[in-house]
Nanobody, 120 residues
Framework: QVQLVESGGGLVQAGGSLRLSCAAS??????YAWFRQAPGKEREFVAA????????YYADSAKGRFTISRDNAKNTVYLQMNSLNPEDTAVYYC???????????????WGQGTQVTVSS
């Protein structure tokens, strides 16, 4: 059974940092991504990474502040978030799929989400 479990969310002040983790079990996918969804807004792409290669992709809002990485031995994907601001407040979701993409429909497996709240 495929399972993605996120952790690492929490409350942080503006300018602070958080590192999200996504532990995958059940199988290994070719691509993993982080999406986020703020109240009243659509789920939006944040970053993605290929599992077997080293390709990474970022939303413009994440470039220069966020870093996606993976640990193949631990079957875990990370999202290091620096210079956080209140606009980053959202539920962050880990997603996995057979190919890289930027749309939620590109990924078939999802975690339960972890809340990130950035106070001003």
């Amino acid at each position: 059974q495929v399972q993605l479990v996120e952790s690492g969310g929490g409350l942080v002040q503006a300018g602070g940092s958080l590192r999200l983790s996504c532990a995958a079990s059940g199988r290994t996918f070719s691509a993993y991504a982080w999406f986020r969804q703020a109240p009243g807004k659509e789920r939006e792409f944040v970053a993605a990474i290929t599992w077997y290669g080293r390709s990474t992709y970022y939303a413009d809002s994440a470039k220069g502040r966020f870093t996606i990485s993976r640990d193949n031995a631990k079957n875990t994907v990370y999202l290091q978030m620096n210079s956080l601001n209140p606009e980053d407040t959202a539920v962050y979701y880990c997603a996995a799929g057979g190919s890289i993409g930027r749309r939620p429909d590109d990924f078939g497996s999802w975690g339960q989400g972890t809340q990130v709240t950035v106070s001003s």
